[in-house]
């Protein structure tokens, strides 16, 4: 009898199943925040089985701290087509990028209403490998993306065409332990219709922005006196004209950031203020290529980890360009711990673990690296 282990379907146990380890798939992942949440929340139950993301430079920074060949950075779009490269498994994860939908008139199906965005993609794995759950991420504004119809057509398709249990919620990293505005729409889908979720609550007042901040900072984090004369002076010309300009320097100890964000004013809307370099601009000076006398500077790619909640140890292979990138696209990982934490909980009770007093009670895994071999009597959620 096959192992839950190797089945390609969901299986509840009749009894006990101490030895659970949950395979997960990682889709369009960027550099693992997603997969990082989960193993801090699933710890030795959980094995990532197939990962994936078609830029290099994330690909880079992923096998730097999930092992060499941990990612396939093909498009996923060809990797679909034949579908023989992504194996069976329980858990699909995917923070996929949000793409206008088109509703094909009177067609039915979600091939005919999602072809050519990249949800197409989720769904037909949805469909050939019929995980037990998934977890999605996008961005907040998701929910009301084309008045509403974007959410609807995939809700639609995940509930009545693949035939999950869909549950969708916003949450803000700064009520999960980190010092910035983030708040992502998610989406978490069960096969099991008696499977019972909630997401996590958000709580408590976020920390300051001081917590995350490096003490010791290189110059080229500064600013260029000119280049803060140039802010300075689009300030005042919005200013006239009655609107904002996206340029802050904000206090370390009273403030939290802006939602990290790519291109733009990203950069300049989480400015902080260090005592300034040695050698900076003076009055008088005639080099204005110096850095400037404010000690205004940018946060460091380590401090965008930092908002994130990515570990110390957490290695960053790339330039800083690419970092900045990678980590205003990645996920908020606390965030994602505490909705895999009540996933995990919602699998555990539909495999059969046992509660005492309202707490789960689990046994410990020998060693999840090796493939489960125990029978036992099981039957398959449709």
Sequence with gaps: MASPADSGTFVQAKGRAPNSVFRAIDLFAGIGGIRLGFQNAFKDRIKFVYSN??????????????????????????????????????????????????????????????RGTLFYSIAKILAERKPACFLLENVSYFEHHDKGKTWRTVRTVLEKELGYIVHAQRLNAKYFGVPQN???????????????????????????????????????????????????????????????????????????????VVGGMGLERNLVRNTPPPGHWQPGDPDLHKKNIEGIRRLTPRECARLQGYPLWFEIPVSDTHAYKQFANSVAVPVIQAVAEKMLTTLLAAWGEVTINGQLVLDPIADAKQPLDQDFEKETFS
């Excluded at 008696?194 to 500064?222: C, M, Q």
């Design 53 to 114: 993301d078609n830029d290099p430079a994330c690909c880079k920074t992923y096998e730097a701290n999930f092992g060499k060949d941990s990612i396939d950075c093909q498009d996923i779009n060809k990797v679909i087509e034949s579908m023989t490269s992504i194996p069976n498994h329980d858990i699909l994860l995917a923070g996929f990028p949000c793409q206008p939908f088109s509703i094909a008139g009177e067609q039915k199906g979600f091939a005919d209403e999602t």
């Design 182 to 260: 983030r708040p992502r729409f998610f989406m978490v889908g069960f096969k099991e219709e008696k499977a019972s979720f909630e997401f996590p609550p958000e709580r408590g007042d976020p920390p300051s922005l001081s917590t995350i901040l490096e003490d010791h900072v290189k110059e080229n984090y500064f600013l260029g006196q000119i280049y803060l004369n140039s802010l300075n002076e689009h300030r005042r010309r919005h200013k006239e004209k009655g609107h904002g300009f996206g340029y802050f320097v904000l206090d370390p100890q009273k403030d939290i950031a802006h939602t990290l």
